[in-house]
Structure formats: C-alpha cells, structure tokens
C-alpha cells in the first residue's frame, strides 16, 4: 500500500508536527530502552520484549512525524516505514526489526509467548533502531 493510499483508507494524514513533540518521542524511547535493559537484567523478559518494542515505536513515529505524517495504528506505522524501506529512504534492516519486534511484543502481551532469546533479538533490534535517533 503506497502513501496515498494509505491517506485515502484512513491510515495516515499529512500533518506538521512540532520539534518538541518528535523530541518527546524520543524521550520516551530511550526511557522505554533504558527499562527493557533493566527487565531484561532482571529476568523479566516478557516486559523487556514489551518495552524494547516501545522503544522502537517511538523512535518509528518520531521517524514519520519528523516526515510529516501521523499514523493511526502500529500497523499504519509498519506500513508507512515498509514504503520508507521501498522508496529506500530507510535502511530496510528496520522494517524487518520493526515487524519482529511488533509481533513479539504482541506473543508477548497477548499470548504470554515470549522467551530469553527472543527477549535478547528484540532487545538488540532496540539498540541498534536507536542509532536512527541520530538521523533524525
């Protein structure tokens, strides 16, 4: 589904976003990636999934705000990033983290499917999303 699309289904709207609403989504990142250490640290995997994720998705919407877009929903945001990864303005490396990580977190949430070494991938899928706060 390209942009426009996107648009005309209700998805997504072009709207300007503020420089402190982008930041606010940054903080919120690194809070969220600073807790899923601790979790994780601590045993917690199932909450590191949850918080690495979040991690990621802040740092994703920040990503389309900064773009001058709003999603409607963590699947408009996997939508819209997997049209970045085409059109080759995002590495594709985070769709596929995006995706991973979206779905363990709903294993995670949902269904109480999660594990150390899952905990671990999305973890690391987390870190290295961060690096994108650098290009922002």
Not at 43 to 59: D, E, L, R
Not at 81 to 87: H, I, S, W, Y
Not at 88 to 114: C, G, P, T
């Amino acid at each position: 589904m390209n942009i426009q699309e996107m648009i005309d289904n209700g998805l997504l709207k072009v709207e300007s976003c503020s420089p402190e609403l982008i930041n606010k989504e940054l903080e919120e990142s690194e809070k969220d990636l600073k807790n899923a250490k601790e979790s994780f640290e601590d045993g917690n995997h199932k909450w590191s999934i949850i918080q690495a994720y979040y991690c990621i998705f802040h740092i994703a919407r920040a990503l389309i705000y900064k773009k001058g877009y709003r999603e409607k929903s963590h699947y408009a945001l996997y939508l819209l990033l997997d049209e970045f990864c085409r059109k080759r303005m995002l590495e594709s490396k985070y769709i596929i983290y995006f995706k991973a990580a979206m779905y363990a977190r709903q294993d995670a949430d949902y269904d109480a499917v999660y594990s150390e070494d899952v905990a671990k991938e999305i973890l690391d899928f987390a870190i290295e999303f961060s690096n994108l706060k650098h290009k922002l």
